[in-house]
């Protein structure tokens, strides 16, 4: 059996194309199956968990080990299932295998969900700015390539990807286009009103937090992208209780703090979310 070091080392092999630079953007190749290096000596080393870092400066992240563990366990209970069935009714089918790369994957389990139900061949990637996502996510899946990078100075080369995801993610829609391929399409995911709406009526009660709008952030991906499609999807799905402080812990936002999570009551949760499907 092959270690997750060797398996990703299999993996870059076979997908070396993908690579540049994230410090000079020439071609990279792999030495003794666990260093990339480009053509001026920049190199980057396996993790023994498998993920690779190719970020090129130092960076801190909000996001830390206990969120990235609240979300996985959140995304595991599958209350965005109705969310993969339109993302994957847009992915290509007529390609014998389609590159993929998660932008802001965090814990990665969206991305492996996507790759199990997708029906053909998938090299899949995914790369995040926060170490502990990225760390999660190589522990838990190891048929993905993790990176740990940043999206204004990605580690890969113009042309690689058939598909770029962006899920929850803040975006960079000059380096989606330099990544994807002729044909390829950018799907992104932005909250809409209902997004965890029961959630927030018990922390904001009647407040003007209580609701949000990303008009802006719609307007702009239609800006960048020549052809658009939208669709939104809003489903209400019964939890447990057990899922309510690990819901109130998948945002930065510390509402985990602000109140004793006894008192919150939920039987259900809502997830809306528009998908934007951009291609060139
Ligand atoms: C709300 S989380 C969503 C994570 C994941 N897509 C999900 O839905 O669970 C946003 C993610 O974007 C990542 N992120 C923020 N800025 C980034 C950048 N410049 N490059 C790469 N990732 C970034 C954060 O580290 C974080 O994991
Ligand atoms: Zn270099």
């Not at 071609?27 to 990339?36: F, G, V």
């Not at 007529?94 to 492996?112: F, P, Y």
């Not at 391929?181 to 407040?207: M, W």
């Amino acid at each position: 059996m092959l270690s997750k070091k060797e398996k990703s080392a299999v993996w870059i092999q076979r997908n070396i194309d993908v690579f540049s630079c994230p410090h000079c953007q020439s071609d990279m190749t792999l030495k003794e199956n666990k260093t990339l290096v480009c053509h001026n000596n920049h190199s980057f080393d396996l993790a023994k968990q498998g993920y690779m870092n190719m970020l090129t400066h130092q960076v801190n992240s909000m996001y830390d080990q206990s969120l990235f563990e609240a979300r996985k366990k959140v995304i595991d209970a599958m209350l965005y299932e109705q969310m993969y069935e339109e993302i994957l009714r847009h992915l290509p089918t007529e390609k014998a295998s389609i590159n993929v790369l998660d932008t802001g994957c965090g814990e990665g389990t969206h991305l492996q969900k996507l790759k199990d139900f997708y029906t053909g061949e998938m090299a899949a990637a995914g790369i995040d700015i926060a170490k502990e996502g990225i760390l999660a996510a190589a522990k838990n899946y190891s048929e993905i390539m993790w990176i740990v990078g940043d999206l204004a100075k990605s580690p890969f080369a113009s042309n690689s990807f058939d598909v770029i995801l962006n899920i929850l993610s803040p975006a960079n829609y000059d380096e989606f286009k330099r990544l994807l391929k002729p044909n390829g399409k950018v799907i992104k995911i932005v909250p809409q009103s209902g997004y965890l709406k029961e959630l927030r009526e018990q922390f904001y009660a009647q407040s003007e937090k209580e609701a949000y709008s990303n008009d802006k952030t719609v307007a702009r991906f239609k800006e960048s992208f020549p052809h658009v499609d939208t669709l939104r999807v809003t489903a209400t799905k019964k939890i447990s209780t057990e899922l309510v402080p690990l819901l109130a812990h998948m945002t930065p936002m510390g509402w985990h703090q602000e109140q004793k999570m006894d008192d919150v009551k939920l039987t259900e949760i809502t997830i809306d979310v528009e998908i934007l499907i951009g291609t060139l």
